[in-house]
């Protein structure tokens, strides 16, 4: 958004519910689901989480104040209780083998697995030393440090 690229025009609609290619539109307007299966688990999890937890649902929440009516919803499942947890495991292996080997798209190097970019990042972290912070960010942790008399120099390298 922050380059002025654009999205598909079935991604998004605007503030004002029209279809948009503008990426900065689309970030005041809503996400559209992905296809039918985006759709669907769009309004599973609404249902889940809003309906199911006495919060907000649909259109209650499409505003950044509207926060307070956002639900959370955990669910726990008992793998065992459907197949064989080895059997489970193994076709989770079988899927992610599946999707990584599909075909890339041009200057594409790898498609990621939910949470993989984090995991690896964290990965970097911890053996790198710790988050890569910017210098507007030191500076502003040095700033908030002085105001209560200490200093982050042992400890941001």
């Not at 004002?16 to 996400?31: H, Y």
């Not at 599973?44 to 929440?61: A, E, K, N, Y």
């Not at 955990?74 to 076709?91: G, P, S, V, W």
């Amino acid at each position: 958004m922050k380059k002025g690229e654009q999205v598909l025009d079935t991604w998004a609609l605007d503030s004002k519910g029209n279809r948009t290619t503008d990426a900065a539109d689309a970030f005041n307007g809503i996400l559209l689901p992905l296809s039918y299966k985006g759709y669907g688990m769009a309004v599973v999890i609404d249902m889940l989480t809003g309906i199911l937890m006495g919060s907000g649902f649909g259109g209650m929440v499409d505003t950044p104040s509207s926060f307070p009516l956002v639900g959370s919803n955990f669910i726990a499942i008992k793998t065992e209780a459907f197949c064989e947890l080895d059997e489970f495991k193994n076709h989770v292996d079988a899927l992610i083998d599946e999707i990584k080997q599909v075909k890339l798209e041009q200057g594409t190097e790898k498609v990621f697995m939910p949470g993989e970019i984090e995991f690896e990042q964290r990965v970097e972290n911890l053996t790198n030393g710790g988050v890569p912070l910017q210098p507007f960010q030191i500076d502003e942790l040095n700033k908030q440090a002085a105001r209560f008399g200490f200093t982050l120099d042992e400890y941001i390298k």
